[in-house]
C-alpha cells in the first residue's frame, strides 16, 4: 500500500463547529466558553454552549492536567460551578491513578525455577 492509501481522511463536521473563548482568573485556571457556529461562522441557535474547565493537580511526580465539563447555561454559572467540578476532577483523577498503580504494581514478573538469580542451590559448585 501506498502512504496515500493508509492515511486516515481527515476532515471536519461543518455540523459540529464551535468558536472558543477563554476566561482565566491567572491563579485557578481556565474556563473555555464553546459556541456553536455554522459553517459561516455564525452562532448555531440550536446547540447549547457548553462550558469547559481546567486546571493542574501538583503532585509529587509533577503537575497532572485536568479537563472537565461544567454543567452552565452562563459564563457566570460556570465561574460558580467551576469548584465543585474541578474537585469531582480531581477525584476521578485520583481514582484513575490508583488503578494504574494497582496495575504497575499486579504485572511485576517474578522470575520461575531455584532462588540465587537463575542459579542452582549451593552456589553450583560440585565436588567431585
Same mark, same amino acid.
Given at each position: 500500500?501506498?502512504?496515500?492509501?493508509?492515511?486516515?481522511?481527515?476532515?471536519?463536521?461543518?455540523?459540529?463547529?464551535?468558536?472558543?473563548?477563554?476566561?482565566?482568573?491567572?491563579?485557578?485556571?481556565?474556563?473555555?466558553?464553546?459556541?456553536? =457556529?455554522?459553517?459561516?461562522?455564525?452562532?448555531?441557535?440550536?446547540?447549547? =454552549?457548553?462550558?469547559?474547565?481546567?486546571?493542574?493537580?501538583?503532585?509529587?511526580?509533577?503537575? =497532572?492536567?485536568?479537563?472537565?465539563?461544567?454543567?452552565?447555561?452562563?459564563?457566570?454559572?460556570?465561574?460558580?460551578?467551576?469548584?465543585?467540578?474541578?474537585?469531582?476532577?480531581?477525584?476521578?483523577?485520583?481514582?484513575?491513578?490508583?488503578?494504574?498503580?494497582?496495575?504497575?504494581?499486579?504485572?511485576?514478573?517474578?522470575?520461575?525455577?531455584?532462588?540465587?538469580?537463575?542459579?542452582?542451590?549451593?552456589?553450583?559448585?560440585?565436588?567431585?
Amino acid at each position: 500500500m501506498s502512504p496515500q492509501e493508509q492515511a486516515p481522511e481527515l476532515s471536519m463536521d461543518p455540523k459540529a463547529l464551535y468558536r472558543e473563548e477563554v476566561f482565566t482568573d491567572r491563579k485557578m485556571g481556565t474556563i473555555r466558553q464553546m459556541i456553536p =457556529v455554522s459553517a459561516d461562522g455564525q452562532p448555531d441557535p440550536n446547540r447549547s =454552549v457548553l462550558f469547559l474547565g481546567q486546571a493542574q493537580l501538583l503532585t509529587p511526580v509533577g503537575a =497532572v492536567p485536568l479537563a472537565f465539563e461544567i454543567e452552565a447555561d452562563t459564563l457566570a454559572q460556570a465561574i460558580a460551578g467551576f469548584p465543585a467540578a474541578a474537585k469531582q476532577a480531581v477525584e476521578q483523577t485520583m481514582k484513575e491513578l490508583q488503578e494504574l498503580r494497582r496495575e504497575a504494581a499486579s504485572s511485576i514478573i517474578v522470575p520461575e525455577g531455584a532462588p540465587g538469580a537463575g542459579f542452582p542451590p549451593g552456589g553450583g559448585i560440585q565436588m567431585p
